[in-house]
């Protein structure tokens, strides 16, 4: 039973035979290896693109601003799988990844949809500062976080975010999302009384819409960049194991309350 609408029985990603591995119409082993580094082809397999020189280098480092932060809650499910599981290293990397929502990591796609509904009503006609101006109140007026704002240790500032916006000044990149991004941290603070941080994930968010990354994959951004946080994680629960310490100090630290 086919389940759901099916589009055409056709994929253009890749194709392969005894002697050759086509990816996107180009020859992998001629054309891709060799020409292009990893971020350029991360580039091309989601938008069919060799990405701009200005493309490849905010790509690039947007990677390397969420790839890696610590002991975070993915990482100590990474940790502690690899701890219970040695010998699957790619369950661990999935167990982290898994917890990729709307809370950690996630953001970035929250951020991208309020700058995309700014931008349409700036488009039809409205002005930026009104429409930045009631998106902060009303979200506030419903008790809602806004997405790209405030950060538990980051305060008052990001520092992984300013040195973005920095960038993107400095090299020419920011357009009417980074532009729509600055124009609501200060309707964030007036609708808060009070100036919230930046996180990083409003400017992954607002360089990679000016930059033409598509909207809808930019949460592939952070899924990717903490996948190598995780394995750089995973290689030291190999050599300096702490996945079963993290365990049992939660266990430690959670009191047991029958009637709860």
Same mark, same amino acid.
């Given at each position: 039973?086919?389940?759901?609408?099916?589009?055409?029985?056709?994929?253009?990603?890749?194709?392969?035979?005894?002697?050759?591995?086509?990816?996107?119409?180009?020859?992998?082993?001629?054309?891709?290896?060799?020409?292009?580094?990893?971020?350029?082809?991360?580039?091309? +397999?989601?938008?069919? !693109?060799?990405?701009?020189?200005?493309?490849?280098?905010? /790509?690039?480092? *947007?990677?390397?601003?969420? #790839? @890696?932060?610590?002991?975070?809650?993915?990482?100590?499910?990474?940790?502690?799988?690899?701890?219970?599981?040695?010998?699957?290293?790619?369950?661990?990397?999935?167990?982290?990844?898994?917890?990729?929502?709307?809370?950690?990591?996630?953001?970035?796609?929250?951020?991208?949809?309020?700058?995309?509904?700014?931008?349409?009503?700036?488009?039809?006609?409205?002005?930026?500062?009104?429409?930045?101006?009631?998106?902060?109140?009303?979200?506030?007026?419903?008790?809602?976080?806004?997405?790209?704002?405030?950060?538990?240790?980051?305060?008052?500032?990001?520092?992984?975010?300013?040195?973005?916006?920095? +960038?993107?000044?400095? !090299?020419?990149?920011?357009?009417?999302?980074?532009?729509? /991004?600055?124009? *609501?941290?200060?309707?964030? #603070? @007036?609708?808060?009384?009070?100036?919230?941080?930046?996180?990083?994930?409003?400017?992954?968010?607002?360089?990679?819409?000016?930059?033409?990354?598509?909207?809808?994959?930019?949460?592939?951004?952070?899924?990717?960049?903490?996948?190598?946080?995780?394995?750089?994680?995973?290689?030291?629960?190999?050599?300096?194991?702490?996945?079963?310490?993290?365990?049992?100090?939660?266990?430690?630290?959670?009191?047991?309350?029958?009637?709860?």
């Amino acid at each position: 039973m086919l389940i759901g609408k099916a589009g055409p029985a056709v994929s253009g990603i890749s194709t392969s035979d005894a002697h050759r591995i086509e990816i996107r119409g180009q020859d992998l082993a001629n054309e891709i290896m060799g020409h292009y580094d990893f971020t350029e082809f991360f580039y091309f +397999l989601v938008t069919g !693109r060799k990405p701009t020189e200005q493309q490849r280098f905010f /790509l690039d480092l *947007l990677l390397i601003s969420i #790839a @890696e932060h610590g002991l975070t809650p993915t990482a100590q499910a990474a940790r502690m799988t690899l701890a219970a599981a040695p010998d699957s290293l790619q369950s661990a990397v999935a167990a982290g990844i898994l917890g990729c929502g709307t809370v950690v990591l996630g953001t970035a796609e929250l951020c991208a949809k309020v700058l995309a509904d700014a931008a349409a009503r700036v488009d039809a006609g409205q002005d930026p500062d009104a429409v930045v101006r009631d998106i902060a109140t009303e979200t506030r007026r419903r008790g809602a976080k806004m997405p790209g704002f405030g950060h538990p240790i980051h305060h008052p500032v990001d520092p992984r975010s300013e040195r973005i916006l920095a +960038l993107a000044d400095e !090299r020419g990149a920011a357009g009417r999302h980074i532009d729509l /991004l600055k124009r *609501l941290r200060g309707a964030v #603070a @007036e609708a808060w009384g009070k100036p919230l941080p930046l996180n990083v994930s409003g400017p992954i968010a607002a360089v990679l819409m000016d930059l033409d990354f598509p909207s809808t994959m930019i949460k592939a951004v952070p899924i990717l960049a903490r996948t190598a946080g995780l394995l750089g994680h995973l290689a030291e629960e190999q050599r300096r194991p702490i996945g079963f310490i993290l365990a049992h100090h939660a266990e430690e630290a959670i009191a047991y309350d029958p009637a709860g």
